[in-house]
């Protein structure tokens, strides 16, 4: 099976940055999705990595490390609607493009 | 406009009775999902189906039964069997190209009274 690890919880102040980890343990590897969900709401897609390195999209960016397992969410110039819960799923290499997910982490920015 | 709806949003039932959430997709995806969420809690997948006329168990099945009969449409069905059947339930479809994300439905709020 896949295991998912992120952070419960964390505050950080309006205008700042904030990096969420998430890391990952499983087999058969095909990528890494970000998603932002607010509250009562559906998940909304951030962004993806297969491949080691730095995607940047905006005030967001993700970066990826197959061999360390390991992928962050930077959230860059905080403002108040980024408060939200943030989702790392894990993608294998199986039927169905199954995605596992890990706990979320909630975000809360602070004026 | 393109889109995953899922009706209804909020769902009160009784314990003991089976219920049916819909879940309607026009974007022309294959695969579709329905997974459950917990408060404070991730997504858990709950059953999945690639094609119409087949679908598969996820990691939280028991309790629980899908069918697939049109591309659009995959409902799933709470039954008395369930032990906690309150919980949010989203319904997600994936695009056959780019990177393969999954689109979610606004989400079923389950309450079992």
């Known amino acids: 099976g896949q295991n998912i690890d992120q952070p419960t919880e964390m505050t950080a102040t309006e205008g700042a940055i904030v990096q969420i980890n998430c890391t990952y343990q499983t087999s058969g590897f095909n990528g890494l999705f970000w998603y932002q969900q607010h509250a009562g709401e559906a998940p909304t897609f951030l962004s993806y990595n297969v491949l080691d390195g730095l995607e940047e999209k905006g005030r967001f960016s993700s970066f990826l490390s197959r061999s360390k397992g390991y992928s962050y969410l930077l959230l860059k110039e905080l403002q108040m609607k980024d408060s939200a819960s943030y989702l790392c799923?894990?993608?294998?290499?199986?039927?169905?493009?199954?995605?596992?997910f890990g706990g979320g982490t909630r975000v809360l920015v602070k004026p | 406009d393109g889109g995953i709806t899922q009706s209804p949003k909020y769902l009160f039932r009784k314990e003991g009775q089976n219920v049916t959430l819909s879940c309607e997709q026009n974007l022309n995806h294959d695969a579709m999902y329905w997974y459950r969420q917990d408060p404070g809690q991730g997504l858990r997948l709950i059953y999945y189906?690639?094609?119409?006329?087949?679908?598969q168990k996820g990691d939280i099945a028991e309790g629980y039964s899908v069918s697939r009969e049109k591309k659009e449409s995959f409902p799933l069905t709470v039954t008395s069997a369930q032990k906690n059947p309150t919980a949010f339930y989203l319904c997600a479809s994936t695009t056959a190209g780019g990177y393969n994300e999954q689109f979610f439905g606004p989400g079923t709020r389950l309450t079992v009274l």
């Open positions: 189906s690639q094609i119409v006329n087949d679908f």
């Open positions: 799923a894990v993608r294998v290499r199986a039927a169905g493009n199954k995605l596992t």
